[in-house]
């Protein structure tokens, strides 16, 4: 009972508070949302477009051809025919004319009081170009107040508001026209703002603006409605906000202020683009764009057209307006749930609950994971909404729900269980070792003893000759001494790369990675520590021959997979510790040194787990004693040791031989390389090469079964 009241009380304390923060302050917080909303957009990746919408680019090329912009009306004007011409099927200017076209020769006359008669007027031929071709023009509005005073456009279409409250639709100050003999010659229009939100990115784009009383469409609004043939756009107007737009059948939804919010089809250039100079040149296949939505816009960073999005932080800002009109011909919407609080809210409570009861019930080993578990599935399930209901929620408040939850039920349990921790130390302080109390107590975990499965980093290593120097050093107590000496700084080297010692075998040490905590990157872990030991060696042996007149050599060998962790052993004398085939794998590629003259051995799996760079080949691919499948292993170089480019290309192409049973060919190098740079391994493969073409090529196998450990 005193852990349901508890859990009880956390829970009221929780909802309170993220609601009660959702409610309040929720600009505090909306870009954080906006951001995890994004990241589903990208884990999401790009899809398909209704290959409907095609975008004109005046790129960079075209600039370079055709000069700076503005180019002259004229060109404008050949550069829509042309498109016109190959049967268009509604063209949208993402550009808005709102000055006289200075480099026209009637305006050039003009200014210089010559006569006019007969010039060529290079805005009444644009006018007349789009008069007769299916353009779409554009304009802006500002939110800045402008001084100046611009005649209102007359509404392109007949708006049916189903109330008269227009207030929570966006309100420009000012109006940025084209030219009346442009304007006059437009069909109909649309002003194409996109309005960043308070992190600069488009995620909403308005459709409806109403300015000096009258409402407007967007020019991708304005280009669907015709292409529907539509004659009216009804738009649902609530009492304190807009529901939804309609457009003949299309109904479209919208967060209150008349804003879409874009359903991204992926980065910039997701979109069929056609250069400009292109179009002009008339290099293009009149299929690209015959029937299609045609917009015309730029990339040009020089003409400062590019936006941010969910996707790319440069996307042009006429590909903005393709999403959208690719949104409404392929029906696939996102909008805010209706009641948006309300089902904010419920998505907070029921995840406090689920969180606070579920991770309570579990042992803390298992919650973390528990916890990647649910964030996956609170993906899968945003990812859902989002994507395939068309539904847009609060995703913030309810992952914050779901980890404060996981931290109030870790710290719930801590304060219940702290009694029985307690009973927990005194029963295995003097069973295990330090190191295993101590993730015992971190993680809470009364079974972490018991055997598990565990992908673990395997290190072996061993003084070579060992009997030898034994012998040469007589006294047991110098023997002792010699090996205290040797292992401690090895050790420490182990224990600072965050490795375990499982235990001393004579002359040998054994250690893992990644157990009994986890350790990021094990496999560097332990493949460091094995080459800053062979560094060690040498300072050592400087020490070793000071004081008992010995140098040593070792081998190590590292193997990298799962073996079976935990406590072992009788029941009066046990041991954590760690068994298994891997276990056998890695202490055979330490035996394995002595054949190849090496001091590093590792196996193909434990070279797999690497990200560090480190200086290695291939050595052999053998069958170690007591395993039926073969291994590839390499050999890890140190720093110090002399190893070429030339001599590096000459191993690699022998081998290569080799293990293509190109046998004389592989001979000849390996006895080049002998020569040159005299090496164990070089003079094993002579040897191995010479016998097999003595006994004939047809039985050679190029996988070494070894037959002793």
Same mark, same amino acid.
């Given at each position: 009972?005193?852990?349901?009241?508890?859990?009880?009380?956390?829970?009221?304390?929780?909802?309170?508070?993220?609601?009660?923060?959702?409610?309040?302050?929720?600009?505090?917080?909306?870009?954080?949302?906006?951001?995890?909303?994004?990241?589903?957009?990208?884990?999401?990746?790009?899809?398909?477009?209704?290959?409907?919408?095609?975008?004109?680019?005046?790129?960079?090329?075209?600039?370079?051809?055709?000069?700076?912009?503005?180019?002259?009306?004229?060109?404008?004007?050949?550069?829509?025919?042309?498109?016109?011409?190959?049967?268009?099927?509604?063209?949208?200017?993402?550009?808005?004319?709102?000055?006289?076209?200075?480099?026209?020769?009637?305006?050039?006359?003009?200014?210089?009081?010559?006569?006019?008669?007969?010039?060529?007027?290079?805005?009444?031929?644009?006018?007349?170009?789009?008069?007769?071709?299916?353009?779409?023009?554009?304009?802006?509005?500002?939110?800045?107040?402008?001084?100046?005073?611009?005649?209102?456009?007359?509404?392109?279409?007949?708006?049916?508001?189903?109330?008269?409250?227009?207030?929570?639709?966006?309100?420009?100050?000012?109006?940025?026209?084209?030219?009346?003999?442009?304007?006059?010659?437009?069909?109909?229009?649309?002003?194409?703002?996109?309005?960043?939100?308070?992190?600069?990115?488009?995620?909403?784009?308005?459709?409806?603006?109403?300015?000096?009383?009258?409402?407007?469409?967007?020019?991708?609004?304005?280009?669907?409605?015709?292409?529907?043939?539509?004659?009216?756009?009804?738009?649902?107007?609530?009492?304190?906000?807009?529901?939804?737009?309609?457009?003949?059948?299309?109904?479209?939804?919208?967060?209150?202020?008349?804003?879409?919010?874009?359903?991204?089809?992926?980065?910039?250039?997701?979109?069929?683009?056609?250069?400009?100079?292109?179009?002009?040149?008339?290099?293009?296949?009149?299929?690209?764009?015959?029937?299609?939505?045609?917009?015309?816009?730029?990339?040009?960073?020089?003409?400062?057209?590019?936006?941010?999005?969910?996707?790319?932080?440069?996307?042009?800002?006429?590909?903005?307006?393709?999403?959208?009109?690719?949104?409404?011909?392929?029906?696939?919407?996102?909008?805010?749930?209706?009641?948006?609080?309300?089902?904010?809210?419920?998505?907070?409570?029921?995840?406090?609950?689920?969180?606070?009861?579920?991770?309570?019930?579990?042992?803390?080993?298992?919650?973390?994971?528990?916890?990647?578990?649910?964030?996956?599935?609170?993906?899968?399930?945003?990812?859902?909404?989002?994507?395939?209901?068309?539904?847009?929620?609060?995703?913030?408040?309810?992952?914050?729900?779901?980890?404060?939850?996981?931290?109030?039920?870790?710290?719930?349990?801590?304060?219940?269980?702290?009694?029985?921790?307690?009973?927990?130390?005194?029963?295995?302080?003097?069973?295990?070792?330090?190191?295993?109390?101590?993730?015992?107590?971190?993680?809470?975990?009364?079974?972490?003893?018991?055997?598990?499965?565990?992908?673990?980093?395997?290190?072996?290593?061993?003084?070579?000759?060992?009997?030898?120097?034994?012998?040469?050093?007589?006294?047991?107590?110098?023997?002792?001494?010699?090996?205290?000496?040797?292992?401690?700084?090895?050790?420490?080297?182990?224990?600072?790369?965050?490795?375990?010692?499982?235990?001393?075998?004579?002359?040998?040490?054994?250690?893992?990675?990644?157990?009994?905590?986890?350790?990021?990157?094990?496999?560097?872990?332990? #493949?460091?520590? +094995? *080459?800053?030991?062979? =560094?060690? @060696? /040498? %300072?050592?042996?400087?020490?070793?021959?000071?004081?008992?007149?010995?140098?040593?050599?070792?081998?190590?060998?590292?193997?990298?997979?799962?073996?079976?962790?935990?406590?072992?052993?009788?029941?009066?004398?046990?041991?954590?510790?760690?068994?298994?085939?891997?276990?056998?794998?890695?202490?055979?590629?330490?035996?394995?040194?002595?054949?190849?003259?090496?001091?590093?051995?590792?196996?193909?799996?434990?070279?797999?787990?690497?990200?560090?760079?480190?200086?290695?080949?291939?050595?052999?691919?053998?069958?170690?004693?007591?395993?039926?499948?073969?291994?590839?292993?390499?050999?890890?170089?140190?720093?110090?040791?002399?190893?070429?480019?030339?001599?590096?290309?000459?191993?690699?192409?022998?081998?290569?031989?080799?293990?293509?049973?190109? #046998?004389?060919? +592989? *001979?000849?190098?390996? =006895?080049? @390389? /002998? %020569?040159?740079?005299?090496?164990?391994?070089?003079?094993?493969?002579?040897?191995?090469?010479?016998?097999?073409?003595?006994?004939?090529?047809?039985?050679?196998?190029?996988?070494?079964?070894?037959?002793?450990?």
């Amino acid at each position: 009972m005193k852990k349901f009241w508890w859990r009880l009380f956390t829970v009221v304390v929780l909802v309170f508070t993220l609601s009660t923060a959702y409610l309040l302050i929720p600009q505090t917080f909306l870009s954080l949302d906006n951001r995890l909303r994004d990241f589903l957009f990208v884990l999401r990746g790009p899809i398909e477009t209704t290959q409907n919408v095609v975008i004109i680019d005046i790129d960079e090329r075209s600039l370079k051809q055709e000069g700076q912009w503005p180019w002259s009306r004229n060109r404008v004007a050949k550069l829509i025919q042309n498109l016109s011409d190959a049967q268009a099927g509604i063209i949208g200017l993402d550009i808005v004319f709102s000055e006289a076209d200075k480099s026209s020769p009637l305006h050039i006359a003009s200014e210089l009081n010559c006569s006019t008669k007969e010039l060529r007027d290079n805005d009444a031929i644009l006018a007349k170009t789009i008069s007769q071709t299916p353009t779409i023009g554009g304009y802006f509005f500002s939110y800045e107040k402008s001084s100046s005073t611009v005649e209102p456009l007359i509404p392109a279409i007949f708006i049916t508001k189903g109330g008269s409250n227009t207030e929570y639709l966006i309100h420009p100050n000012s109006l940025t026209l084209n030219i009346p003999i442009i304007q006059d010659a437009f069909y109909s229009s649309g002003f194409f703002n996109n309005t960043p939100d308070e992190g600069g990115m488009i995620r909403l784009v308005p459709l409806l603006m109403t300015y000096q009383g009258s409402i407007y469409p967007s020019l991708a609004l304005e280009m669907v409605r015709i292409y529907a043939n539509a004659q009216k756009v009804i738009f649902d107007n609530a009492q304190n906000s807009v529901e939804h737009i309609k457009v003949g059948d299309l109904q479209i939804p919208t967060d209150r202020f008349s804003r879409l919010m874009v359903n991204y089809r992926g980065p910039s250039h997701t979109f069929t683009y056609i250069s400009a100079a292109d179009i002009l040149n008339k290099n293009f296949s009149a299929q690209d764009v015959t029937g299609k939505f045609v917009l015309v816009g730029t990339s040009a960073i020089g003409l400062s057209d590019l936006r941010a999005t969910p996707f790319d932080i440069l996307m042009p800002g006429v590909e903005v307006h393709a999403n959208v009109i690719d949104n409404l011909l392929k029906k696939d919407f996102i909008a805010f749930a209706q009641e948006p609080e309300q089902v904010d809210l419920l998505l907070i409570a029921s995840t406090t609950i689920l969180a606070i009861g579920l991770f309570s019930l579990v042992s803390v080993w298992i919650s973390l994971p528990l916890l990647i578990a649910s964030l996956y599935s609170y993906y899968l399930f945003f990812n859902h909404l989002l994507f395939k209901e068309g539904i847009a929620v609060n995703i913030l408040f309810p992952i914050a729900a779901l980890l404060f939850g996981y931290v109030s039920a870790l710290l719930i349990n801590y304060i219940i269980s702290l009694k029985q921790k307690q009973m927990i130390m005194n029963m295995f302080a003097k069973k295990v070792s330090p190191r295993v109390m101590q993730d015992l107590i971190a993680n809470s975990s009364e079974t972490l003893l018991e055997p598990h499965n565990r992908i673990v980093s395997v290190f072996f290593s061993d003084i070579r000759s060992f009997t030898s120097i034994s012998e040469q050093l007589g006294d047991p107590k110098e023997v002792i001494n010699m090996l205290n000496t040797y292992m401690t700084p090895m050790v420490e080297n182990i224990t600072k790369q965050e490795g375990t010692i499982d235990k001393f075998i004579g002359d040998a040490i054994m250690a893992y990675w990644n157990a009994p905590v986890h350790v990021k990157d094990h496999a560097d872990k332990a #493949l460091t520590s +094995a *080459l800053e030991q062979i =560094k060690l @060696l /040498q %300072t050592l042996n400087a020490t070793l021959k000071e004081r008992f007149n010995i140098t040593i050599e070792i081998g190590i060998g590292i193997h990298t997979g799962e073996v079976t962790i935990g406590e072992m052993g009788s029941t009066g004398r046990s041991d954590y510790t760690i068994i298994g085939d891997n276990v056998n794998l890695a202490s055979r590629l330490e035996g394995l040194n002595k054949l190849y003259g090496s001091h590093i051995l590792i196996s193909q799996a434990t070279k797999a787990q690497l990200s560090l760079t480190y200086l290695q080949r291939s050595v052999d691919i053998v069958k170690v004693k007591g395993k039926q499948h073969p291994v590839e292993i390499f050999e890890v170089l140190s720093r110090e040791r002399t190893y070429n480019e030339e001599e590096a290309q000459g191993y690699q192409e022998a081998l290569t031989f080799y293990r293509n049973s190109q #046998l004389q060919e +592989a *001979l000849i190098c390996f =006895k080049t @390389l /002998q %020569t040159r740079y005299s090496s164990r391994l070089y003079q094993l493969y002579v040897t191995r090469c010479e016998n097999a073409l003595a006994q004939g090529i047809e039985t050679f196998e190029p996988i070494t079964t070894m037959l002793t450990k």
